[in-house]
């Protein structure tokens, strides 16, 4: 089980397992990050998808990445991110996020 999959257990999440990605609804973006800053992870990079029918479509206009986890603290990050989902998140889409331990 990955980081996301553990973070949105532990925050009672849902989790949507596709193309080999797990997924986080937008509507549940915020308090996985959340769950992530509470579990001091930091976020490298996010990345905003959604369906049509049973195919899976990047929105390439929803790809982030944040400095490295040298530059970036886990508050940093975590700022990064939820700015990101505030510009780019609509109603449908799905988030897949890299994560990293602090330390």
Request: net charge negative; hydrophobic share 45%; aromatic share 8%.
């Amino acid at each position: 089980m990955g980081l996301t999959e553990q973070v949105a257990r532990r925050s009672g999440l849902a989790v949507r397992a596709d193309a080999g990605m797990s997924l986080v609804s937008g509507s549940d973006a915020e308090e996985f990050l959340a769950g992530c800053e509470r579990e001091r992870l930091i976020v490298l990079g996010i990345e905003g998808f959604r369906f049509e029918g049973p195919t899976i479509i990047p929105d390439m206009n929803a790809i982030a990445a944040f400095d490295t986890p040298r530059v970036l603290g886990v508050a940093e990050s975590i700022a990064e991110g939820r700015g990101f989902l505030r510009a780019v998140n609509r109603p449908g889409m799905w988030f897949e996020f890299a994560l990293q331990p602090e330390g």
